[in-house]
């Protein structure tokens, strides 16, 4: 069967087989177009339903023509066969497929494995006769978790050490006690009767206390600074007060006495505690 393309109107000579009975989507190969071309079975019935159509009258018969006239042997030119133009060579018809997806790259670098047993890369593209360092390291996790806890037990150590010869340094918040030593012939008495905690008619939180202080030795002692802490229900310091001491030395036996008042007391401190000042 012959067909030709609707674009450019090359035409084609193809088997029918090639085509089918139901036709196929074929390409042009000069233009590249595609379309759908129906088989025989549907051009037959074309040339059926052409051949049933009602049929015109027939042409009047054309006139014969005039016969011809043979020129002269001396004028007949030389007769030489004519020349035979060369077929065209018809192009293949191109099934329409679909291009197919180009393949993934291949990386250059040959892919490495790793043990089971460590995170030691093992090249893949390396022959196992390549020169090689007599003696490879290996990572031993036991090893290092047994180096790590002998360094730690180390340095716990020398901290202990440390805070048993020289204390704790004084950045740290368990370094500082509330109140320091007890001072060598100094008697500091307290007693709780004569601590007064009340609420003033203007509202304002009162507290009082009276004591003394009393030298039981033989030399004369320097007096320190006297601290007056308050704490709440939980026992923690709410406030905190120093007290100057009227003398600041007392002679072997000589005693005197602290009497002290604070108004700006939080509601919150229901507990005193007295003693001396630290550092």
């Known amino acids: 069967m012959i067909i030709a393309c609707p674009a450019c109107a090359t035409r084609y000579v193809v088997p029918d087989s090639a085509i089918g009975v139901d036709g196929r989507t074929v390409r042009c190969a000069k233009c590249r177009h595609s379309w759908f ?14 051949a049933t159509s009602p049929t015109a009258p027939p042409p009047p018969p054309a006139p014969l023509p005039p016969e011809p006239v043979l020129p002269s042997p001396a004028e007949a030119p030389s007769w030489s066969p004519p020349e035979t133009a060369e077929p065209e060579s018809e192009p293949a018809i191109e099934p329409v497929t679909e291009p197919e997806p180009p393949l993934p790259p291949i990386p250059d670098e040959p892919p490495r494995v790793y043990a089971d047993d ?6 893949a593209g390396r022959s196992s006769f390549d020169y090689e360092p007599p003696f490879r390291p290996r990572r ?7 180096i790590a806890a002998v360094l730690f037990a180390l340095v716990a150590l020398g901290a202990v050490a440390a805070v048993a010869r020289f204390g704790l340094p004084d950045w740290m918040p368990l370094a500082r006690t509330t109140f320091a030593q007890a001072q060598p012939d100094l008697v500091l008495d307290f007693p709780p009767n004569r601590q007064d905690r009340r609420t003033l008619p203007n509202g304002t939180e009162f507290f009082g206390a009276s004591g ?9 002692r320097a007096v320190p600074t006297i601290l007056i802490v308050l704490r709440d229900t939980r026992e923690q310091i ?8 009227p003398k600041r030395t007392l002679a072997p036996g000589e005693s005197t006495t602290v009497n002290e008042a604070v108004t700006d007391v ?3 401190a229901r507990i005193a505690e007295i003693g ?4």
């Open 140 to 146: 031993n996790l036991l090893r290092m978790w047994t």
């Open 238 to 245: 709410v406030a905190t007060y120093e007290v100057a001491p």
């Open 212 to 220: 003394t202080i009393t030298n039981v030795g033989q030399t004369r």
């Open 266 to 268: 939080p509601k919150s």
């Open 37 to 50: 071309q129906e088989g025989a079975s549907a051009q037959a019935v074309a040339a059926a339903a052409a």
């Open 276 to 279: 001396w000042k630290p550092g």
């Open 118 to 123: 460590d995170d030691t890369q093992i090249d």
